[in-house]
C-alpha cells in the first residue's frame, strides 16, 4: 500500500472515555508530509491530561506524541526522508524558517500545536477520517496508530539499527529532562544541582546533571520509593519533603551552604516550582521549569528573589531543535553514553492501550509495541 490509504487506530471520542480501537482511513500523505508506520510508542503525561480533560484538545483525536516508526510513504517535495528510513516524529517541528528556528538560542518552532491546539495539519486539514468524521491531530503527531502522517518539518530521521522500542522516548520524555540539564541550564562541571520530581522525566534531568559532570544531585520526591533509580541514575542524595518540619527550600538551602547552582521543577505544580525557584543560589542560582504548568493557575512569588540575581527560565523538549538533534540523541543512545531501559517499566501490545493508561496513572511509563 504504497499511496493508498492506511487503517487501523485508536480514537478518543470524548473527555474520561477509554480509546476505542477503530478501522479509521489515514489518508496518503500531500507535499511536504510523510506517513510512517508507527512501531513503538510511549504513553506520556500530556496525553493523559487531554483524556482527563486538563489540557483541551478538540474532539475526535487521536493521541500520542512519543514514538518511533518506519516511513511507509512520502509526499511531493520531501527530501529529508525516503520509505523504509527509521524516524522519530517531532511535536516541536523544526521547520528552520520561522524566527525561533533561526534563532541559535531558541527552539519552539512556530508550526508546533502545542499553543495553538488546532489539531490539525500546518494546511489546516486532518488526514484521518473515521465512520464518516474528520478525526483530529495530536500535537502535529498522533502517535496511538498504525499509520500516521506528519509533515516533513515534524520528522527526524535516526540510525537504521536504532531499537525502536527504545529510542521512543526520546520523542518526549527522555530528551525533554535530559535537554532541560545540558540545554537549557547548560549545567557545568562540579555544579549542584536540585531535582524535584523523580518520574520518568526528572530522571533523565538526573542523567543530563550527571554527564554535565556535577558534583552533587539532590532528587526531591513525596514518594520514597522512586529513590533507588534516581540513585542508580546518578544522584547523590535524595530526599523526601515529608520528612522535613520545615519547607523543602529551606531544607535544601541548608544542605547546600546557600543553595543550588541549578533547580529543576519536574512535577507541575505551582508550589513545587516556587519552592524550586526558592532553593537556588540567591545570586546565581538558575531554576527550570520542566513540569506542565497547571492550567489557570498563577504563581505569586517575593520579587527579592529575582533581584538579587536569580534566574527563572523554562524549557519545552530540553531546548533541542528536534530535527538537528534527534539524530545525535540516538546515536549517543547507541554509544551508551545514557540508557533509557530504567525510564521503562513496561512494554504492552498497543491494543492493550487503556490498560496502559491505568498503569500510567499509578507512576507506571509505558510502551505500547505494534
Ligand atoms: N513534591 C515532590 N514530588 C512530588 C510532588 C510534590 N509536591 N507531587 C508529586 N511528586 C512526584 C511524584 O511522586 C512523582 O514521582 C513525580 O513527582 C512526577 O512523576 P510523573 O511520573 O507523574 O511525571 P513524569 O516524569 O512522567 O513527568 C511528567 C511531567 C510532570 C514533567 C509533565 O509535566 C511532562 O510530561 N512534562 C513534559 C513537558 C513537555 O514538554 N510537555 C509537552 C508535550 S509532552
Ligand atoms: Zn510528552
Redesign the pocket.
Known amino acids: 500500500a504504497t499511496m493508498g490509504t492506511e487503517r487501523s487506530l485508536s480514537v478518543l471520542w470524548e473527555v474520561n472515555k477509554p480509546f476505542s480501537i477503530e478501522e479509521v482511513e489515514v489518508a496518503p500523505p500531500k507535499e511536504h508530509e510523510v506517513r510512517i508506520k508507527i512501531m513503538a510508542t510511549g504513553i506520556?503525561?500530556?496525553d493523559d491530561h487531554v483524556i482527563t480533560g486538563a489540557l483541551v484538545e478538540p474532539f475526535p483525536i487521536i493521541l500520542g506524541?512519543?514514538a518511533a516508526g518506519v516511513v511507509e510513504s512520502v509526499g511531493q517535495g520531501v527530501t529529508s526522508v525516503k520509505p523504509g528510513d527509521k524516524v522519530v516524529p517531532l511535536?516541536v517541528p523544526q521547520c528552520g524558517e520561522c524566527k525561533n528556528c533561526l534563532s541559535s538560542k531558541g527552539n519552539l518552532c512556530i508550526n508546533t500545536d502545542?499553543g495553538t491546539r488546532r489539531g490539525l495539519m500546518p494546511d489546516g486539514t486532518t488526514r484521518f477520517t473515521c465512520k464518516g468524521k474528520a478525526v483530529h491531530h495530536f500535537?502535529g503527531t498522533s502517535t496511538f496508530t498504525e499509520y500516521t502522517v506528519v509533515h516533513e518539518s515534524a520528522v527526524a530521521k535516526i540510525d537504521s539499527a536504532a531499537p525502536l522500542e527504545k529510542v521512543c522516548l526520546i520523542g518526549?520524555?527522555f530528551s525533554?529532562?535530559y535537554g532541560a540539564a545540558l540545554q537549557t541550564a547548560k549545567v557545568e562541571p562540579g555544579s549542584t544541582c536540585a531535582v524535584?520530581?523523580?518520574?520518568?522525566?526528572?530522571?533523565s534531568v538526573i542523567m543530563g546533571c550527571k554527564v554535565a559532570g556535577a558534583a552533587r544531585i539532590i532528587a526531591?520526591?513525596?514518594?520514597s520509593n522512586?529513590f533507588a533509580k534516581a540513585k542508580e541514575l546518578g544522584a547523590t542524595d535524595c530526599i523526601n519533603?515529608k520528612d522535613f518540619d520545615k519547607p523543602?527550600h529551606e531544607v535544601l538551602t541548608e544542605m547546600t551552604g546557600g543553595g543550588v547552582d541549578y533547580s529543576f521543577e519536574?512535577?507541575?505544580?505551582t508550589?513545587?516550582m516556587t519552592a524550586a525557584f526558592a532553593c537556588c543560589h540567591y545570586n546565581y542560582g538558575v531554576s527550570v521549569i520542566?513540569?506542565?504548568p497547571p492550567a489557570a493557575q498563577n504563581i505569586t512569588f517575593d520579587p527579592m528573589l529575582l533581584f538579587t540575581g536569580r534566574s527563572w527560565k523554562g524549557?519545552?523538549?530540553g531546548g533541542w531543535k528536534g530535527k538537528d538533534a534527534v539524530p545525535k540523541l540516538v546515536d549517543d543512545y547507541m554509544k551508551k553514553k545514557f540508557v533509557l531501559d530504567p525510564l521503562i517499566t513496561h512494554t504492552l501490545p498497543w491494543t492493550k492501550i487503556n490498560e496502559g493508561f491505568d498503569l500510567l496513572r499509578t507512576?507506571k511509563?509505558f510502551v505500547l509495541r505494534f
Do not use: A
Not at 524535584?196 to 530522571?203: A, I, K, Q, R, Y
Not at 526531591?220 to 514518594?223: F, K, Q
Open positions: 506520556c503525561r500530556s506524541h512519543e511535536f502545542l500535537l518526549c520524555g525533554t529532562g524535584f520530581g523523580l518520574g520518568g522525566v526528572g530522571l526531591v520526591d513525596i514518594n522512586k519533603p523543602i519536574v512535577i507541575g505544580r508550589d513545587t520542566v513540569g506542565v524549557s519545552v523538549f507512576g511509563r
